[in-house]
């Protein structure tokens, strides 16, 4: 399956911002589904995860109540709704996936990956 990532942008703090994640060659009801981001010399970090019917749900902890994952399988898509962002948010967001229904936090858990899509957010 090949991912896209898009949506990101340059935002004031406290703005909202919705990724999408479009993917291709292979149903995404196959696949849980994941939101991970890398800041400039940190190491990517997990975001947030989806089942593969959207039933099941986990977040970091730095974003929990303020992002929202999602997905919308006739559409073969996966959205991040980010509201109330910070700077600290400012990063590359990526999209994974991964084969199997279960969601999960780790990264070497996922064997796709779309090419990041870039938020940068202004104090």
């Known amino acids: 399956v090949q991912l896209q990532a898009s949506g990101g942008g340059l935002v004031q703090a406290g703005a909202p911002l919705r990724l999408s994640c479009a993917a291709s060659?292979?149903?995404?009801?196959?696949?849980?589904m994941g939101w991970f981001r890398q800041a400039p010399g940190v190491e990517r970090e997990f975001v947030a995860t989806?089942?593969?019917?959207?039933?099941?749900?986990d977040y970091a902890d730095s974003v929990k109540g303020r992002f929202t994952i999602s997905r919308d399988n006739a559409k073969n898509t996966v959205y991040l709704q980010m509201n109330s962002l910070e700077p600290e948010d400012t990063a590359v967001y990526y999209c994974?996936?991964?084969?199997?229904?279960?969601?999960?936090?780790?990264?070497?858990?996922?064997?796709?990956w779309g090419q990041g899509t870039l938020v940068t957010v202004s104090s």
């Open positions: 060659g292979r149903p995404i009801r196959s696949y849980a």
């Open positions: 994974a996936a991964r084969t199997g229904p279960a969601p999960r936090a780790s990264q070497y858990e996922y064997e796709f």
């Open positions: 989806i089942n593969w019917s959207g039933s099941e749900t």
